[in-house]
């Protein structure tokens, strides 16, 4: 959580401080560093705290006693299980890529007037320059790099993705790739990201530091060498060059204007849970470290030390003297409470999902369902909506390259992101629901509540077709299929 030199005020500053150093070229890449990387280190540890590589309870230390003691240090993953649920509930089911022909879509009357006059339509067909966006989105992966790229966006708050022109043997590519949120920051006039590399000459690595502006490319460098405290060595200038594209490489995903990770404010319930779980194992397990109580004889440290070492048994000479185990009652059900509170919170203030509740577990119908979902739904919304606008970034990037290496003009504007809900749908609830809106609502709406029927316009024709309606519909598929077969027909 942002707290003392983790401010949001602080940090806001920041940005308006190594912003105007780019724009008035006296950027310090030494002073940045040094002053963001407080906010770089804590995007780190949200992401371990998420992968469960390093939570708060692996800090906890030892008991100080001589008595052997279990000290357990469990990692519920409940980081993981929001930041995941959220992620793959919009990401899923891969982003689709359209181009926008909706302006060629006509009005009802549009409609009859054309059947009446029997006029012919024009074919519409997708730009040859989509086809080449569309070509790139899927020699680029971005099926898999979303997915990344969302979980991201969940852990650390924010996201980047590095789209960079690479000139290699057979020309000019366009490489894609997600930058760690704490080695990259995004600029309204500039990008910064950090990658490590490898000199084979020195055998050392060095970390790459490039600042990205729509003119030009500076490239500074550094050799690292880890310690036990930090990295050492100070960012130099090594090359400056022009931009080829004369736009920005990287793009931003924020998950909300601030920047908060999808567990922001509720760490303090997590680590708890964490506790509460680890302290009822270790009370399991001491069990077998019970307590040894001895009644009736004086048994020293050392000599009862002796003969359980060597024997296994303690030999006492007394006939009155008892030995037994002192052990600790379990509460079952008051451990069972409280585990259940601290979960139970977490997901109300996480706006998640716990898929153990008995809403899912009964047969309940689709709109019980539905209700139990609308805070997920209402996150997922507006996750979804700042990844659009980063993916409206990574389009323009990839309009730019295609500009430069295929010389094709393409108006960004006109794509379409079309993003897929993966929870199941209840498929029985909307055939019984969606009938009895028919008095009320037009064809076109109601298919519209199908979440499996893509285009409206198209099911309608479909259906006309079926009924031997066959007339020009001049409505088209998104992504550009051609009309060859219903002009050879005409």
Known sequence: MFQNNLSLKRYKRLRTKYSTQINEEVFDPNDFITEMKPFFDDRERKYKAYTSEQNEIDRRPKPNTKIIKVNNKLHAGLYNTIVDQAADHFTGIPIKWDYDITEQRRSIMQRAKDLFLNNTLKNTKTPKEFERLTEL?????????????????GACGVAFRLLEPVETKEG???????????????????????????????????EEMKVITKERIRIYSRYIEFNLVSVS???????????????????????????????????????????????????????????????GSILDEEKAQRMMEQLGILNLPDP???VGYVTKDINKDFNEYHLNQLKKMFYTITKSI????????SNASGEARKWQIIALEAKTNTKEQY???????????????????DKLDLDVSKIVFTFSR?????????????????????????????????????????????QGQDYPSGDYK?????????????
């Open 387 to 405: 990844f659009r606008e980063g993916l409206k970034e990574v389009a323009e990037t990839m309009a730019a390259f295609i500009k430069f290496n």
């Open 320 to 322: 009155q003297a008892k």
């Open 354 to 361: 716990d898929f153990n509740d008995e809403v899912f577990k």
């Open 233 to 295: 060595g100070t960012f130099k200038l090594i090359e400056e060059v022009e931009n080829p594209l004369e736009t920005f490489y990287l793009s931003e995903f924020k998950n909300n204007t601030n920047r908060y990770c999808d567990f922001e404010v509720a760490e303090e319930l997590s680590d708890a849970f964490d506790r509460s779980l680890s302290d009822q194992q270790n009370e399991v397990e001491q069990f077998k470290l019970a307590y040894m109580a001895i009644s």
């Open 478 to 490: 998104l992504g550009g299929a051609d009309n060859d077969e219903e002009e050879s027909n005409s």
């Open 137 to 153: 989105v899927n020699d680029m992966r971005f099926a898999m790099l979303d997915s990344d790229t969302a979980r991201f966006q």
């Open 422 to 466: 993966s929870l199941p749908t209840d498929i029985g609830y909307l055939a019984d629901a969606l009938p009895k809106l028919s008095p009320f609502l037009s064809k076109r709406t109601i298919i519209n509540q199908i979440p499996f029927a893509k285009d409206p316009d198209y099911e309608m024709d479909l259906m006309n077709l079926e």
């Open 172 to 206: 000019w590519q366009l490489w894609a790739s997600n930058i760690e949120p704490w080695k990259a920051e995004k600029y309204e006039n500039a990008d910064i990201f950090i990658r490590e590399k490898y000199d084979t000459h020195q055998k050392k690595f060095f």
